[in-house]
């Protein structure tokens, strides 16, 4: 009895094993070549459980979605001798898994094969346009080449680009130094140029300025000094009119100006009481 069980377990194992290796799963979004000895006998495109024969046969699987393809940058030179680094990117799907696994086998190699494909597309396309016309309206007509250029390559793999784009463009990093520091030269030296001039204009406007203000102050003291003569002239006059009306008021008043100037409590002075300077305070004192 334990020999019968034994053996039941044994052929249970053996059939699990067989029915492991018979059957296989294809996922929705996958496609699988069935090999025999390593050449294919049939594509499976259709999601499920398949089976297969078990040990002589296995099963490669390939994606059926669009993958990406993002080689690094190449540097280009165009048709007008400039270089330039150029970054693309890339869709693509399998769409001939039976070419695809006689070409390149599994999807590592195919984005190598596919970037070669891609910069050589690219590179070929480039050289034969100038920087100008990659920057203007031609861009278009640019990419539609490349990507004909990588479609019709890449159909030799088993593969469909869906799009190609070049993502950016630019300078080598050494020629875009060099065009900065060119630029910036050029900048300083516009600069140094604006600001010499605008120092000429300065001086030329405080120059102006200064001249103008001499001759605001001249006439403004020419006509001062004529106003101030003018007003001399009339004070004298009135003071004529005023000694020839009462000439005795006048040498009071005259007298009265001379002791305020003279009496300022530090000047001392000998003078005889009876002179003329005290005829008023002797007049006064009587």
């Known amino acids: 009895m334990k020999k019968n069980l034994h053996f039941i377990l044994i052929g249970v194992a053996v059939l699990l094993v067989i029915a492991a290796q018979s059957l296989y799963i294809v996922q929705q979004p996958e496609q699988a070549i069935v090999l025999q000895?390593?050449?294919?006998?049939?594509?499976?495109?259709?999601p499920g459980l398949k089976v297969k024969?078990?040990?002589?046969q296995n099963v490669v699987f390939y994606d059926k979605r669009l993958l990406n393809l993002e080689p690094p940058a190449q540097e280009v030179v165009l048709k007008d001798k400039k270089r330039l680094d150029v970054d693309t990117f890339s869709?693509?799907?399998?769409?001939?898994?039976?070419?695809?696994?006689?070409?390149?086998?599994?999807?590592?190699?195919?984005?190598?094969?596919?970037?070669?494909?891609?910069?050589?597309?690219?590179?070929?396309?480039?050289?034969?346009?100038?920087?100008?016309?990659?920057?203007?309206?031609?861009?278009?007509?640019?990419?539609?080449?490349?990507?004909?250029?990588?479609?019709?390559d890449a159909a030799q793999i088993g593969v469909e680009v869906a799009d190609v784009r070049i993502r950016r463009a630019d300078l080598p990093i050494q020629l875009s130094q060099a065009i900065n520091e060119r630029m910036k030269t050029e900048r300083i030296r516009e600069a140094k140029g604006y600001r010499a001039d605008g120092e000429k204009r300065a001086q030329e406007i405080r120059a102006t300025a200064d001249k103008k203000a001499t001759i605001t102050i001249a006439n403004a003291e020419k006509e001062a000094q004529k106003i101030k003569?003018?007003?001399?002239?009339t004070a004298t006059e009135i003071w004529n009119k005023a000694t020839g009306i009462d000439p005795d008021f006048y040498a009071f008043y005259r007298s009265l100006e001379a002791y305020r100037n003279s009496f300022d409590g530090e000047t001392s002075m000998v003078l005889a009481p009876d002179g003329e300077f005290f005829r008023y305070f002797g007049n006064s004192l009587k």
């Open 37 to 46: 000895f390593g050449d294919p006998v049939r594509l499976v495109q259709e």
């Open 91 to 152: 869709r693509y799907r399998i769409t001939e898994p039976l070419t695809f696994y006689k070409t390149v086998r599994n999807e590592y190699q195919a984005q190598s094969r596919l970037q070669e494909i891609v910069n050589s597309s690219a590179r070929n396309v480039l050289a034969t346009f100038t920087l100008k016309e990659l920057l203007s309206e031609k861009r278009t007509e640019i990419m539609k080449k490349i990507s004909a250029a990588v479609k019709r």
């Open 229 to 233: 003569g003018e007003g001399d002239k």
């Open 53 to 56: 024969i078990p040990f002589i």
